[in-house]
């Protein structure tokens, strides 16, 4: 249920509410005062008695009024009038008639009426209504006619009202202040409980927002409800969510920045040492014959010339990762690019004893859209990641492809010790070597398989490594076809 149909429902229940209570409480009290509350109706107009039907009390002053029209001289006959006793009593009525301003005719239970104070003739009504006559109340009808000599005759039908006039004048303050008392009830614990509703959650949203803000991003919030306040509890739900990944992205990150300055300062730290030692060594005359000189300035050179290869790969790293480096997308038939790029690299892989061997479909569809310089380094970072570590006799490459309904596959699978299966995940991150002691006789920056993966990801490619100890190494590159780029 939305706040809105609830703050409705609950203004609507101020108000009707109390009313019930009210008509039910005053209900009782008419029972208990009153006895039969259908005796109400004998002191109510007629026009709000609840069924159609004439009353008794109606019906016999419909009567004298047709007598009074008919025959008004028998109206005046008071054994006709003592008649009528039996019937006022069982209606609980009486009679008076009074002829000019002298009383012609009363009823017992009508003795202690002031007849002086009875409305004047003229003021006939055929309707009931409360009349005060002195000290007391009652229910009455008047007719008034003439006789034949002139007489003024007024005729009153009466029934004693005080109970109902003591009743309301007794109870009304009473019910007045209890229906003033059931709204302020009312009004309380609809504002207590609807407000509950809303500030139960609204407080639990503000505890969340301060962990948030003194950076606990643990503390879940359940949105157990399908209102506004439901809605937002979810969105904020989802808010912390979010911030808690970027959090841990950022840390990531953060480490990672850590990471890559640590990686960095010992990989150019240990070429320029061994640079240093060198020089000194040449400076002392440590290299004191030709041959050895030589010796020393040609590791000097490989040294200076790693530290530039480093530096390369740095900063091609960091361009990627920046998203800065330019890249000529076209589309080329990839099987034509690698037959090519293989014809060349065979002659130095046979100076290594390195067996190439390339497999594929000749009816697959293979045109992709590439760089071809950029897939070129990827290639040769992958293969000379597998030339480095390659530990066999005969040392092997296998390039297969396979063409799919969306996809081009590269796989280049060679037979060198393969990797351990907890080194598997963290292959493709910068700096990661398999051997963990990151010895330096097999070389290499530790960026070439991130390189690759970061410049197959802008292929909208993706990468993936499989291996096994002492069988070998497969990379598989996934490339989709040139309509799907």
Partial sequence: ??????????????ITVPIIMFIITSFLLMMVFLGDIREMANFLPESH?????????????????????????????????????????????????????????????????????????????????????????????????????????????????????????????????????????TNGLLSYFVSKSIITPINQLKNAAHLIKSGNLHHSITATRNDEIGQLTQAFEEMRIQLKESHEVQKQYEDNRKELIAHISHDLKTPITSIKGYIEGIRDGVADTPEKRARYIQTIYTKAVDMDHLIDELF??????????????????????????????????????????????????????ADREKFKRVLANIINNSLKYMDKEKKELIISMHSTSENVEISIADNGPGIPSESIPFIFNQFYRAEQSRNKLTGGSGLGLSIAKMIIEEHNGMIKLESTLTVGTKITISLPHHTCF
């Fill in 1 to 14: 249920m939305s706040i809105k149909l609830r703050l409705i429902l609950s203004n609507i229940a101020m």
């Fill in 49 to 185: 008695n609840y069924h159609k039907t004439k009353q008794k009390d109606t019906l016999l002053f419909l009567e004298l009024k047709e007598k009074s029209a008919a025959n008004p001289m028998e109206i005046m006959n008071k054994e006709y009038l003592e008649s009528l006793k039996s019937e006022l009593s069982e209606i609980k009525s009486g009679l008076i008639i009074r002829n000019n301003d002298e009383i012609f005719y009363i009823t017992d239970v009508l003795n202690k009426v002031d007849t002086e104070e009875l409305p004047e003739f003229g003021t006939e009504r055929s309707y009931r209504s409360l009349e005060e006559i002195g000290d007391q109340t009652f229910a009455m009808k008047q007719h008034d006619f003439y006789l034949q000599d002139g007489s003024e005759i007024s005729l009153f039908l009466m029934r004693d009202a005080s109970p109902w006039n003591k009743f309301v004048r007794t109870f009304f303050p009473i019910l007045f202040s209890l229906c003033l008392l059931i709204l302020i009830a």
């Fill in 316 to 369: 091609l790293f960091s361009k990627l990762d920046l998203g800065k480096v330019p890249f000529d997308f076209e589309k080329i038939d990839i099987k034509d690019y690698l037959s090519d790029y293989f014809e060349e690299l065979s002659f130095d892989l046979r100076k290594q004893n390195v067996e190439v061997n390339f497999q594929f479909d000749p009816l697959g569809h293979y045109h992709v859209f």
